[in-house]
């Protein structure tokens, strides 16, 4: 069982800006409320809002403050139960009697001169007074909760699409392996010298895949580096037939890829584009930079894109695999990239495919 994630805890950068908003939005809601108390016919809006500040700032000051103190880590950042309406209360009372002293003295009245402007009035000043603090009260635990919620369903997105790659990383691994091994079987009885080095680099080949983390990303390098692999390991069987060339330019070596993304893009050239060419061919896997995306261009000088055997695009009826590998790839590209991530297949200008992989750059590349 995956235990469950720690708590996150809040910088007090993030706590600082939570303040300051609320601060914000309670002093426009106090001179939302002063002309509205001056509006009809309570006094000068100038005494309104001396007092409206007074009582709404120091028992939102009380309650935010209070409200980080005894939540601790909780991840909603407010105190659960009684102790929430306790400090509420508390803050509003606080908030209530220093405010009105000192709208009094601003204003030149006795102190607490509120008891002396009969009970509709007073209970009208402590009526606004209570909703008023209610209702913003209200509104940022409410956004409190709805940012917690937000950032719980960010996780929840966020170890959806790592699973989803893991899986999709488990599902190609082995369908590499099964073709390569198929491969073996034919050399070792055609060519058993030929065999033994295919199984050579077959082992070094896994050597390298094992001992490597499952990340969700890995360098483009070394992307690059285990596709040098893997056309080594296909040299061997196809000897000459088999040319290729890998262009990454140094800028882009270490920008963050999905592992296992372009080996089935070349496993496809050589199956669908080299292999049934009596001479074979090359194949270029090239990357470049275009308006801040990554563009990976596999190009082969195959016999090119066939209309009559759909299965080496878009599927893989034939039980071939190599649909196999470009649905992946689509689907790698969707997981991670979402609608930003694209692939196009069409005929390369000398003969042959060119698959083109585009997505953005993260902005530290």
């Known amino acids: 069982m995956t235990p469950a994630p720690a708590p ?6 993030e706590n600082l800006r939570d303040l300051l908003r609320h601060g914000l939005i309670t002093a426009a809601c106090c001179c939302v409320i ?3 108390i001056a509006a009809s016919g309570g006094g000068p809006w100038s005494e309104q809002l001396v007092y409206s500040l007074s009582i709404g700032l120091i028992s939102w000051l ?11 880590q909780e991840p909603i950042r407010w105190p659960r139960g009684v102790r929430g309406v306790v400090l509420v209360a508390v803050s509003v009372t606080i908030g209530f009697f220093a405010g009105q002293a000192i709208g009094d003295a601003w204003s030149g009245r006795p102190l607490f001169a509120f008891y002396k402007l009969g009970q509709a009035k007073m209970v009208s000043t402590i009526g606004i007074t209570l909703a008023a603090t209610a209702g913003i009260s209200y509104f940022f635990y409410s956004l409190g909760k709805s940012r917690h919620m937000q950032g719980q369903l960010n996780v ?7 699973a989803r790659l893991k899986l999709l990383e488990t599902q190609l691994e082995p369908h590499m392996l099964f073709n390569t091994l198929a491969n073996l079987r034919v050399l070792i009885t055609a060519d058993p010298p030929r065999a033994v080095a295919m199984l050579d680099r077959l082992n070094n080949y896994l050597r390298m895949t ?6 969700l990303a890995h360098p483009l390098s070394a992307e690059f580096e285990r596709l040098a692999d893997y056309l080594e390991l296909m040299s061997v069987r196809m000897g000459a037939r088999l040319r290729y060339t890998l262009d990454l330019p140094e800028d882009l070596r270490d920008t963050p890829v999905p592992p296992l993304l372009l080996q089935p893009l070349v496993e496809n050239s050589i199956r669908h584009g080299l292999e049934p060419k009596v001479e074979g061919g090359k194949i270029v896997v090239r990357a470049r930079q275009d308006a801040g995306r990554l563009v990976i261009e596999v190009s082969d000088t195959g016999v090119g894109l066939d209309v009559a055997r759909p299965s080496s695009i878009e599927g893989d009826e034939g039980g071939e695999g190599s649909g196999f590998g470009l649905e992946q790839v689509r689907e790698r590209l969707a997981t991670m990239y979402g609608d930003q991530g694209r692939m ?10 060119r698959t083109t992989l585009s997505f953005p750059l993260p902005t530290a590349a």
């Open 344 to 353: 196009s297949l069409a005929a390369a200008p000398a003969g042959g495919t």
């Open 34 to 36: 002063a002309a509205a």
């Open 156 to 162: 929840a997105q966020r170890n959806a699409t790592e």
């Open 210 to 215: 094992l001992s490597g983390s499952r990340a």
């Open 62 to 72: 009380l309650i935010d403050v209070g409200r980080l103190l005894l939540s601790g």
């Open 8 to 13: 996150r805890v809040v910088p007090l950068a």
